[in-house]
């Protein structure tokens, strides 16, 4: 990979614990590269939010990989998550306090049967407790201030949604039925009718959706209430759970650790879409914001790439190529 010993560029994937927020995190990587004696000025930031009760994959951006973390917030993502069901609470995960109870458990044949009717284009109302602002306020500020919360419903699309599967999403996990308790296989006609407290899912799903609302309309689609007590991200955008560091991996970089051990060159990010190579004359006049002419690609956005440095990410349209972000890498040796 492009290495950037003195101005690091490029990402670090943190496999982000139960209780950091964040913010926290992003403050945990400027630590380290400090104390790893890189300075106070290197940008920081990170590809989407991850609730403190959250965990799993979380892209921090540094250096001019920061001005991808935008694209990053719009890419799709996957999670795991385990809906309890019997109890809905105000906040829709285990944090809150409960506000409805069911002593209604549903069959997995009802949860295999609805889960269709979550797939694709839907509407959600976000959670009252979220961070989308009303009149200039966070909706959480709101809400725990015991004022009423009217979210409007959003259209979001998910993508896929089935039973738990490894992140690979190649073998379906028997830990939540199968093999830990015995139970049959929910998708097979010919199992016995088994109530379920609880199930875990994997969805696939596009920028702006609340698996805490996903799971609280799943539940009430099979007439009950519930709520989210575990949720792991799998993916953000092109960056999974195999790429990603523990908290004690990233503190080892601020001890001595070689950063180029974890940190993953700026590219990494734009690995879903094509690139685009530019003779030295090109990357000049691209380096200067200049539309690029006569290309025989297809319409689309590329990364635009000098040897192997990235140049810009530019949208091609009719043979022409013009530059959305341009990085400034041009001092490095290629």
């Not at 994937?13 to 964040?22: A, F, W």
């Not at 940008?43 to 799993?56: R, S, W």
């Not at 097979?188 to 609880?198: C, F, I, R, T, Y």
């Amino acid at each position: 990979m492009t290495q950037y010993p003195s101005n690091p560029h490029g990402w670090i994937i943190l496999d982000k614990p139960v209780g950091l927020g964040s913010t926290q995190a992003v403050a945990a990587v400027k630590r380290n590269l400090r104390q790893a004696g890189y300075g106070k000025k290197v940008k920081v930031g990170h590809g989407g939010t991850l609730d403190p009760l959250a965990e799993g994959v979380l892209p921090i951006a540094i250096g001019e990989a920061t001005k991808l973390c935008g694209r990053m917030l719009d890419a799709s993502k996957i999670y795991a998550f385990t809906i309890q069901f019997g109890v809905e609470t105000d906040t829709l995960d285990a944090e809150g306090e409960p506000i409805a109870r069911s002593d209604h458990f549903p069959p997995f044949a009802a949860i295999a049967g609805v889960l269709p009717h979550f797939t694709g284009g839907i509407e959600q109302v976000p959670p009252a407790f979220s961070a989308l602002k009303i009149d200039g306020r966070r909706a959480y500020d709101l809400a725990r201030a015991g004022e009423e919360v009217e979210l409007k419903t959003r259209k979001v699309t998910i993508h896929s949604l089935d039973f738990a599967f490894s992140h690979e999403g190649e073998e379906r996990l028997q830990s939540s039925f199968a093999e830990s308790t015995g139970r049959p296989d929910p998708l097979d006609p010919s199992a016995p009718l088994e109530l379920a407290d609880s199930v875990t899912l994997v969805a696939h799903v596009s920028k702006g959706t609340y698996i805490r609302s996903l799971a609280r309309d799943i539940a009430h689609a099979l007439g009950t209430v519930g709520h989210v007590t575990m949720l792991r991200r799998l993916k953000a955008g092109p960056f999974s759970l195999d790429q990603a560091i523990s908290l004690d991996k990233l503190n080892e970089v601020g001890k001595g650790a070689a950063l180029e051990d974890v940190i993953l060159p700026l590219e990494a990010g734009l690995d879903d879409i094509p690139a685009l190579t530019l003779d030295p004359d090109a990357a000049k006049a691209v380096r200067q914001g200049r539309v690029i002419s006569g290309l025989p690609q297809d319409d689309g956005l590329y990364w635009a790439k000098s040897g192997s440095v990235p140049v810009a990410l530019m949208e091609l349209s009719g043979g022409e190529a013009r530059v959305v972000r341009g990085f400034n890498l041009s001092d490095v040796a290629e």
